[in-house]
């Protein structure tokens, strides 16, 4: 039986495979090509953690909570991730719970804000008694083609960033932070949940969505919200803009105030969240493919949801030992191993490499690859991975990970 040892979760010198080219490819080829698929979106809710009225470090109260499996994350040495597929960890002092990447189907938005309630309940009853969570932040992504994603979060900014603002803002009025990642925009905002929280993850789908479609000269069905003079700041702790109802000339919870163009007209609020609804609706429209099946309602999330068992086939079997948005990499072992190998299996391909490896379908090229490699040190590291791939050793986590923009 497979188990996972100390050192598959620990950094070393990588050796991608030289010999094996047989086996290798012939893993590759029963992939095959990328899978066409819908766009995939993210949530990750963060809430302070009190008792009474002391907020207590939530880090030092994770570790207590019979939470999932540990050390799968590349850079945080402090998330679980569950059988759900979600991840729980501690940002700083506050507790975040993070779903796994969704498809932006029909019903998704509606969908995502149940699984994030029956998370966050989830995590509620196994916190020592005394202790409560309050909604403190969230954050969205939605999936961005890689050569836009920097110029897709420009766009934003001043197009869809007001309106994006005012429907995640709250009380204390915290602004938007507006982040490119690799492969995805994210848009930090002030804690929503339930029908807000519906409303927000449709209104970011379908507007990062219009901002896709502009910069890759699509006809739009709807006219593109005009720019809005702001004092944009810088965002903190990644690269990004930040702005907030002040740096739009508003007062906090002003709803009938008025924004300021950057052709001198002024536009009231209350306009342009209509126009910059109506271009997100009908992007989201185009967006969404009404042939795509619902959203799953049983907590779990396609494979993200079923990755933590040790997998069997007659002899070959795989566990995970890396899990993140872009990439998972499974080792893999088996009768007449001479020693583990690695299978590195980005995200678009996950589902299509269960299947066929609970399908049998894998286990001649992953029999054959463990049975007979040759073993030559080289680095390696994103570029190595875009596509499935197998390789000899676990090389540093974190240099398997893909560079952020900017």
């Known amino acids: 039986m497979l188990t996972v040892p100390a050192w598959a979760t620990r950094q070393s010198i990588a050796r991608p495979i030289i010999g094996a080219a ?107 008694v005394g202790l409560a969570l309050l909604g403190y932040s969230t954050h969205i992504s939605i999936e961005v083609p890689e050569a836009l994603t920097v110029e897709v979060a420009k766009l934003y900014v001043r197009r869809f960033g007001p309106a994006m603002l005012l429907a995640m803002d709250g009380p204390e009025a915290p602004g938007l932070r507006i982040r490119p990642r690799h492969r995805r925009l994210e848009l930090c905002g002030d804690f929503v949940a339930g029908e807000r929280l519906r409303a927000a993850l449709e209104f970011a789908a379908g507007s990062v969505a219009t901002c896709i479609g502009v910069l890759a000269g699509e006809p739009a069905a709807a006219p593109l919200p005009p720019p809005v003079v702001a004092a944009v700041r810088p965002a903190i702790e990644r690269p990004g803009w930040f702005i907030d109802q002040p740096s739009l000339g508003l007062e906090p919870g002003q709803a009938d105030g008025v924004l300021r163009l950057a052709d001198g007209r002024g536009l009231a609020v209350r306009d342009h969240v209509e126009v910059a609804s109506q271009a997100a609706s009908d992007s989201l429209g185009r967006w969404l493919d009404p042939s795509a099946a619902s959203p799953s309602h049983d907590g779990q999330a396609g494979p993200f949801g079923d990755l933590l068992q040790i997998r069997h086939r007659p002899g070959v079997d795989i566990a995970p030992v890396l899990v993140s948005w872009p990439l998972t990499v ?72 893909p560079p952020e923009p900017l």
Request: aromatic share 8%.
């Open 22 to 128: 047989r086996e290798r490819a012939a893993f590759q080829r029963m992939l095959g090509a990328r899978p066409d698929q819908p766009p995939v979106a993210g949530l990750e809710h963060e809430f302070t953690v009190t008792d009474g009225a002391r907020q207590v470090d939530f880090a030092s109260v994770i570790h207590g909570l019979s939470l999932g499996r540990r050390q799968l994350d590349p850079d945080d040495p402090n998330a679980y991730r569950l059988e759900t597929g979600a991840v729980v960890t501690s940002d700083k002092r506050e507790a975040e719970i993070a779903l796994a990447p969704f498809d932006v189907v029909p019903g998704f938005g509606s969908a995502a804000a149940r699984r994030a309630e029956r998370e966050a309940t989830a995590l509620r009853q196994r916190l020592p």
């Open 330 to 401: 499974f080792m893999v072992s088996g009768v007449g191993a001479r020693q583990p190998a690695f299978a590195a299996v980005p995200r678009e391909w996950l589902g299509r490499f269960l299947s066929m490896f609970d399908g049998g379908d894998l286990d001649s090229s992953l029999r054959g690859y463990i049975r007979g490699r040759h073993n030559v040190s080289r680095a390696i590291g994103w570029h190595d991975v875009r596509q499935p791939a197998l390789f000899d050793d676990l090389p540093s986590r974190l240099a398997l990970m």
